[in-house]
C-alpha cells in the first residue's frame, strides 16, 4: 500500500480514558486520520459524520456503552470493523456475542493492538 493510501484512512478511538485516547491517537497519527470520542454519544455521531474505516471501541463508556455504540450502528447498518477494547467483564464472550472478531483486554499489548488494527483494517 502506498503512503499516500495510507493517509486517506479514517479511524475513529471511542473511550472515555483520555490518556488511553490520546496515546492510542499519537500512535496512529502516521498513518490514519484520527478522530476521538469520549463517550458513545459522540462516537455514534463522528461515525455517522466521518464515516471511518475503522472504529476502535471501549466498552464502558458515559452516555452509550460500546454494545450500545455496536447496537446503534448495526441499526443504522453502518457496517465497519471494529476493534473492542476493554479491562471489564469477559471480553471474549461480549466479542463473540456481538460477532466482532477483532477484541483485546486492558491494559493494552501496544504492538499487539497495533497488529490487530491493521488486521481488522486490511480484512475489511
Not at 52 to 72: A, C, F, K, S, W
Amino acid at each position: 500500500m502506498k503512503l499516500n493510501d495510507l493517509k486517506k484512512r479514517k479511524v475513529v478511538i471511542a473511550d472515555d480514558d483520555e490518556d488511553s485516547r490520546m496515546l492510542l491517537a499519537f500512535l496512529l497519527e502516521e498513518g490514519w486520520i484520527v478522530e476521538q470520542a469520549k463517550d458513545g454519544k459522540e462516537a455514534i455521531a463522528k461515525i455517522a459524520q466521518g464515516k471511518p474505516n475503522l472504529l476502535i471501541l471501549d466498552n464502558r463508556m458515559p452516555e452509550l456503552t460500546g454494545i450500545e455504540v455496536y447496537q446503534q450502528l448495526k441499526a443504522q447498518k453502518i457496517d465497519l470493523p471494529i476493534v473492542l477494547v476493554t479491562a471489564y467483564g469477559d471480553i471474549e464472550e461480549l466479542a463473540s456475542s456481538l460477532n466482532i472478531e477483532y477484541f483485546i483486554r486492558k491494559p493494552v499489548d501496544l504492538a499487539k493492538l497495533l497488529i490487530m488494527i491493521e488486521s481488522a483494517y486490511e480484512t475489511s
